[in-house]
């Protein structure tokens, strides 16, 4: 089981979740599970109060956060992982199933340092889109029955988020090694998209966004930097490679706020 520290780091990010029933077994199956942390990434008011399933997980919903954007609920994580059922999706992740998903989401809950893991959770009619999948590290899936000839499967909400916490605090042998020490982490999704809107703006600068229109892309560079899997030492180095590019583009912002060496 993961100890009280570590189900602090692990965030349930719920994106564009409209249903307040949904929403409230979201809670619910957080709480049982021992899991505190919700994020709520909705463009409307979220129906908090009418999230009447939510038994026993009023402390859950009273601590959750309404954030604005994928990036903002994400920021100081240093693992995302987007769920979704597939379908006929183009994925252009690293997918797995959940049961091969749950020992590398505990290996880096486990691993430590100030970094958190978030689960990212898409709409009940949609899923997530493919700029919000552009936040993740990688994607897990839950295995379902498939009847030849019927409409591709998907979870409920509160049933997804049920069966994937439920996977992530069930111990099943030991967990992978990981290849950083906790001085020198993975990158936060901060500094990760603090390298992609610099790396952007070269792009731009360079001209190469015009003759390479669909490389150039915000979501297809942002999976090209977090396939980079740098740490949260090299962020601030590439950073101020991307500065010193921009310099002798003669990019103006490139110097601004002086973050990163060059």
């Known amino acids: 089981?993961?100890?009280?520290?570590?189900?602090?780091?692990?965030?349930?990010?719920?994106?564009?979740?409209?249903?307040?029933?949904?929403?409230?077994?979201?809670?619910?199956a957080m709480h049982d599970f021992g899991f505190r942390r919700m994020r709520v990434v909705n463009e409307?008011?979220?129906?908090?109060?009418?999230?009447r399933s939510a038994v026993d997980a009023s402390a859950v919903l009273a601590d959750a956060v309404v954030c604005a954007s994928v990036a903002e609920a994400v920021a100081e994580c240093t693992l995302v992982v987007g769920t979704t059922a597939v379908g006929e999706r183009e994925l252009r992740h690293e997918l797995l199933p959940l049961a091969e998903a749950a020992?590398?989401?505990?290996?880096?809950?486990?691993?430590?340092?100030?970094?958190?893991?978030?689960?990212?959770?898409?709409?009940?009619?949609?899923?997530?889109?493919?700029e919000e999948l552009s936040h993740c590290n990688w994607l897990l899936t839950v295995p379902m029955h498939?009847?030849?000839?019927?409409?591709?499967?998907?979870?409920?909400?509160?049933?997804?988020?049920?069966?994937c916490l439920y996977e992530l605090v069930r111990e099943q042998g030991?967990?992978?090694?990981?290849?950083?020490?906790?001085?020198?982490?993975?990158?936060?999704?901060?500094?990760?998209?603090?390298?992609?809107?610099?790396?952007?703006?070269?792009?731009?600068?360079s001209g190469y966004a015009r003759r390479h229109a669909a490389n150039s892309e915000p979501a297809q560079a942002r999976r090209l930097v977090r396939r980079i899997g740098m740490d949260a030492v090299d962020a601030p180095v590439w950073m101020g490679i991307l500065r010193h590019v921009l310099r002798r583009l003669g990019g103006a912002r490139g110097d601004?706020?002086?973050r990163g060496g060059s």
């Open 44 to 51: 409307f008011p979220v129906p908090f109060e009418a999230a």
């Open 174 to 205: 030991t967990a992978p090694a990981q290849p950083h020490t906790a001085a020198e982490g993975p990158a936060t999704a901060e500094q990760l998209e603090r390298v992609t809107a610099l790396l952007g703006e070269v792009l731009e600068g």
């Open 256 to 258: 601004q706020n002086g």
């Open 1 to 28: 089981m993961l100890t009280e520290e570590e189900l602090e780091r692990v965030c349930v990010v719920l994106v564009r979740a409209r249903n307040p029933s949904n929403i409230g077994a979201a809670a619910r």
């Open 146 to 163: 498939q009847r030849e000839g019927a409409r591709h499967l998907s979870m409920n909400l509160g049933q997804a988020v049920a069966v």
């Open 103 to 130: 020992p590398r989401l505990r290996a880096e809950v486990r691993r430590g340092g100030a970094g958190r893991v978030a689960l990212l959770f898409g709409s009940e009619k949609t899923g997530l889109s493919n």
